[in-house]
Structure formats: structure tokens, C-alpha cells
């Protein structure tokens, strides 16, 4: 009964909104309602029923038209009015959607911010919503993080399956200077670690709803996957490439920091891993040999470090055995062969090979007898 109930009282609802949109947009352009009303019959209070393809088609059909703005908007205000989980749910995937389809009418949000204001989202009407409301909160803020992501790359990350599109994504992250690739690539690892928050789909919200929001992130998830790869394989043939001298001496040790997010993330991702398994693998397996390759240039450095401060010492125990030498005169008896001439006596030159320079200058050592 209290199900039965739910599903009339949504029905009401939904043919209440339907009317009022149209009233409200009856002086509206044409394409203008249109977009209003098939967000409405894609967003129903229906618990058991994901957006209706066809109507979520028709929304996102507008999004690189001029129209565009007017359907984000109406997913916007439709997010903003509801309380409702299962209609705040169905309008997320449609904004989703948008998002991955726009190219040049949405530009992103900005970095760290609540943009979509859904951080208190909060239905209390049943258990499933009190439980699919912390869904809703996270995946309004991965919606975040994957509209700033676009603004960062100047695009929406999409990076086709052919090797022609994965050769050209290459040569064009290979024209950007090092810094900015480095920040590029903090932005998608940190998309990936917003990824490993997610909470757990609600018991009893195993259906098509959850499988499709499901979906479209593993879609974004390897997606970022391979555009993280292409940036590092261009900074690590870039560090070895001879002669090369970034601005703010980079170096591979600047990547372990990153190297080091990404692995932490390995294991949340895993579950992932059955979509593209091949891919997935050369990806972890590109993270761990940076990884090894920064340790390897760790113990290389400390081996070197510690030459030197045993070169160092040597030095300064010769220069304390040279300065602890005595200087004598020695003295004839015989007056009669005394002589005030200066003898010249294996004379020549001896450099002390100091290197704290303090002793570093050649001394004339003459023998006066």
C-alpha cells in the first residue's frame, strides 16, 4: 500500500508540473517549451523507471544549438525545485548527459565549488530516498569535478578508441609546455579519487537507475584513464629525453606525488577493471614503472650523496694532518762553511687538492741552507 501510494501521489505530481510548465512557457519560443517538457516526462517520480531515452534524447539534442543554454538551465532549475531523490537522480544523468555532449555552450564550473547546490540534498520520505539522497549529494559534486575538467583541457574529455585520434591527442599534449601538463594531470587524478568516495548503490536500489548512472561513470572513468596516460608517457619521454631543461627544474621526482594518488586509488577502481581490462592493466602497469623509476633516482642520489660526504672528510682529515706538521730549523755548527747564499734544492710546485678551497693555491718550497 504505502508503494501503490507513492507511485499515485507521484503521478499527480508529475502531471501537475507537465501543466504548469506549459503555462508557464506557453509564451515561450517553441524549442524553449519543448526542452521544458520533455525534461519533465524524462524526470517523473517513478522509482523503477530510468529517464525515458527518447525524451532525454530530445533534451540533449539542443545542447550545441542556441538553445543550449535554455536546457541546461531547465535541468538546472528542475534540480533546484525538487525534494524529491528520484527525480533529482533522473535530472542528474540528464545534466550528465548534456555535459558529455556539449562542446561549445557550456564551459564548465568553477574549481571547488558547490555548483549545483546539492550538498543538503536530503529525502526523508522512505529509507530508499533517506539512502539514495547521499548518492544524489555525491554524484551532483563528480558532476562538478567533471564540468571543471573540461575547462581545464579547453574540452570535454573524449579520446576515441582508433590509434590515428590516440596518435593526434599525443602530439597535441607533446606541444604544451611541462607545467601545464602537470596540471592537467592533477585535475583528472583528482577525478579519479572523487571516483573512490562513491557511495555504496542502496540495497534495495538494484535496478535500471543505478545501472545507468553506473555506466556513465565507468564511461568517464576510462575515458580520463587514457588521457592521464598519454600525459604521462609525454612527461616521462620528456624527462629522458638528453639536454632537456624544463622552466622550474622539473623532474621525475615531481611526478611521485601523483604517482603515489594514483595507486592509492587502484584499489577502489578495481571493480572497474571487467570493462576494459587490457587497458586497465598497461595503465597501472605505466604507474608502477614511474613509480620504481623515481625510487631508483631516490637510492641513486642518497648512494651519491653519501660519496660525497665521505670525499669531504677525507679532505678535511688530510688538511687536519697537514696543519698538525711541525716546521724546524735546521742549523750548521761549522762557522767556516757558513754562507749567507740561498741554495735552490729540488724546488717545485705542490697544489693541495682541497675541496672546500682552503687551501687552494700553489706554494714555492725551497730548501735554504
Same mark, same amino acid.
Given at each position: 500500500?504505502?508503494?501503490?501510494?507513492?507511485?499515485?501521489?507521484?503521478?499527480?505530481?508529475?502531471?501537475?508540473?507537465?501543466?504548469?510548465?506549459?503555462?508557464?512557457?506557453?509564451?515561450?519560443?517553441?524549442?524553449?517549451?519543448?526542452?521544458?517538457?520533455?525534461?519533465?516526462?524524462?524526470?517523473?517520480?517513478?522509482?523503477?523507471?530510468?529517464?525515458?531515452?527518447?525524451?532525454?534524447?530530445?533534451?540533449? &539534442?539542443?545542447?550545441? @544549438?542556441?538553445?543550449?543554454?535554455?536546457?541546461?538551465?531547465?535541468?538546472?532549475?528542475?534540480? /533546484?525545485?525538487?525534494?524529491?531523490?528520484?527525480?533529482?537522480?533522473?535530472?542528474?544523468?540528464?545534466?550528465?548527459?548534456?555535459?558529455?555532449?556539449? /562542446? +561549445?555552450?557550456?564551459? *564548465?564550473?568553477?574549481? %571547488?565549488?558547490?555548483?549545483?547546490?546539492?550538498?543538503?540534498?536530503?529525502?526523508?520520505? !522512505?529509507?530508499?530516498?533517506?539512502?539514495?539522497?547521499?548518492? =544524489?549529494?555525491?554524484?551532483?559534486?563528480?558532476?562538478?569535478?567533471? &564540468?571543471?575538467?573540461?575547462?581545464?583541457? *579547453? &574540452?570535454?574529455?573524449?579520446?576515441?578508441? &582508433?590509434?590515428?585520434?590516440?596518435?593526434?591527442?599525443?602530439?597535441?599534449?607533446?606541444?604544451?609546455?611541462?607545467?601545464?601538463?602537470?596540471?592537467?594531470? +592533477?585535475?583528472? =587524478?583528482?577525478?579519479?579519487?572523487?571516483?573512490?568516495?562513491?557511495?555504496?548503490?542502496?540495497?534495495?536500489?538494484?535496478?535500471?537507475?543505478?545501472?545507468?548512472?553506473?555506466?556513465?561513470?565507468?564511461?568517464?572513468?576510462?575515458?580520463?584513464?587514457?588521457?592521464?596516460?598519454?600525459?604521462?608517457?609525454?612527461?616521462?619521454?620528456?624527462?629522458?629525453?638528453?639536454?632537456?631543461?624544463?622552466?622550474? *627544474?622539473? !623532474?621525475?621526482?615531481?611526478?611521485?606525488?601523483?604517482?603515489?594518488?594514483?595507486?592509492?586509488?587502484?584499489? !577502489?577502481? !578495481?571493480?572497474?577493471?571487467?570493462?576494459?581490462?587490457?587497458?586497465?592493466?598497461?595503465?597501472?602497469?605505466?604507474?608502477?614503472?614511474?613509480?620504481?623509476?623515481?625510487?631508483?633516482?631516490?637510492?641513486?642520489?642518497?648512494?651519491?650523496? *653519501?660519496?660525497?660526504?665521505?670525499?669531504?672528510?677525507?679532505?678535511?682529515?688530510?688538511?687536519?694532518?697537514? %696543519? @698538525?706538521?711541525?716546521?724546524?730549523?735546521?742549523?750548521?755548527?761549522?762557522?767556516?762553511?757558513?754562507?749567507?747564499?740561498? =741554495?735552490?734544492?729540488?724546488?717545485?710546485? =705542490?697544489?693541495? +687538492? +682541497?675541496?672546500? %678551497?682552503?687551501?687552494?693555491?700553489?706554494?714555492?718550497?725551497?730548501?735554504?741552507?
Amino acid at each position: 500500500m504505502p508503494k501503490l501510494k507513492a507511485l499515485i501521489i507521484g503521478k499527480v505530481k508529475d502531471k501537475a508540473s507537465i501543466g504548469k510548465a506549459r503555462l508557464l512557457h506557453s509564451f515561450s519560443s517553441k524549442a524553449v517549451k519543448y526542452i521544458n517538457l520533455a525534461l519533465l516526462k524524462s524526470t517523473t517520480h517513478n522509482p523503477y523507471k530510468p529517464p525515458r531515452i527518447d525524451y532525454v534524447s530530445a533534451v540533449v &539534442s539542443y545542447s550545441n @544549438s542556441p538553445h543550449g543554454p535554455a536546457a541546461f538551465a531547465a535541468a538546472l532549475w528542475r534540480l /533546484r525545485v525538487t525534494k524529491n531523490a528520484f527525480v533529482a537522480t533522473k535530472t542528474l544523468i540528464v545534466f550528465h548527459k548534456l555535459i558529455k555532449s556539449s /562542446r +561549445d555552450m557550456f564551459g *564548465g564550473f568553477d574549481r %571547488g565549488q558547490n555548483n549545483l547546490k546539492l550538498n543538503d540534498f536530503t529525502d526523508k520520505s !522512505s529509507k530508499l530516498t533517506l539512502e539514495l539522497s547521499q548518492w =544524489v549529494r555525491w554524484y551532483a559534486l563528480y558532476l562538478d569535478r567533471l &564540468s571543471w575538467i573540461s575547462k581545464v583541457l *579547453g &574540452s570535454f574529455p573524449s579520446l576515441p578508441e &582508433s590509434s590515428k585520434e590516440k596518435a593526434k591527442e599525443k602530439d597535441c599534449v607533446s606541444s604544451y609546455q611541462t607545467k601545464n601538463i602537470m596540471r592537467q594531470t +592533477d585535475s583528472l =587524478v583528482a577525478f579519479f579519487e572523487h571516483i573512490c568516495t562513491r557511495p555504496e548503490i542502496p540495497p534495495l536500489y538494484q535496478d535500471k537507475i543505478a545501472d545507468e548512472i553506473r555506466e556513465l561513470v565507468i564511461q568517464d572513468y576510462f575515458t580520463v584513464m587514457r588521457l592521464v596516460m598519454v600525459r604521462l608517457q609525454v612527461l616521462s619521454e620528456r624527462l629522458a629525453k638528453p639536454g632537456f631543461e624544463p622552466v622550474g *627544474g622539473f !623532474s621525475l621526482n615531481d611526478l611521485r606525488p601523483v604517482l603515489v594518488r594514483l595507486e592509492e586509488c587502484k584499489e !577502489s577502481l !578495481s571493480e572497474f577493471f571487467w570493462c576494459s581490462k587490457r587497458l586497465a592493466e598497461n595503465f597501472w602497469c605505466l604507474v608502477e614503472k614511474l613509480k620504481d623509476e623515481t625510487v631508483k633516482d631516490d637510492e641513486e642520489m642518497v648512494e651519491l650523496s *653519501g660519496s660525497v660526504q665521505t670525499t669531504v672528510k677525507d679532505d678535511i682529515e688530510m688538511v687536519e694532518l697537514a %696543519g @698538525s706538521s711541525q716546521t724546524e730549523w735546521v742549523t750548521f755548527d761549522d762557522s767556516e762553511m757558513a754562507t749567507n747564499e740561498v =741554495v735552490k734544492w729540488n724546488s717545485e710546485w =705542490v697544489t693541495f +687538492d +682541497d675541496s672546500k %678551497g682552503l687551501m687552494n693555491e700553489p706554494v714555492w718550497l725551497s730548501l735554504c741552507t
